[in-house]
């Protein structure tokens, strides 16, 4: 089992930046691949970007330029920097872990983290 648990979601206004962070605890060796998900009121979760052990990473063309993810393997952290955000980034933030990139990209998820809110007033 492995356990995720995110923090730094809030409220910030357009133009404004967060730092989401996702700490992973227990058997992580399974879930090489790390990433965020967001479901927004109304609407399906979608993917947001994910990082390889190795660092590779991907993302949706929505956050492209604006959203970088990175981790710190030794501490089992992956970090969310957002800058530039919309109101339309408004959503509630999922860590999940999956054996790789591509998996993540096929929505197929080992562990899911609870959740964050993530608020960009206009």
């Known amino acids: 089992q492995v356990q995720l648990v995110e923090s730094g979601g809030g409220l910030v206004q357009a133009g404004g930046s967060l730092r989401l962070s996702c700490a992973a605890s227990?058997?992580?060796?399974?879930?090489?691949?790390m990433g965020w998900f967001r479901q927004a009121p109304g609407k399906e979760r979608e993917f947001v970007t994910g990082i390889s052990w190795s660092g590779g990473t991907a993302y949706a063309d929505s956050v492209k330029g604006r959203f970088t993810i990175s981790r710190d393997n030794a501490k089992n952290l992956v970090y969310l920097q957002m800058n530039s955000l919309k109101p339309e980034d408004t959503a509630v933030y999922y860590c999940a872990a999956a054996p790789t990139v591509a998996t993540m990209l096929r929505d197929r998820i080992l562990y899911w983290g609870q959740g964050t809110q993530v608020t960009v007033s206009s």
């Open positions: 227990g058997r992580t060796g399974s879930s090489a691949a």
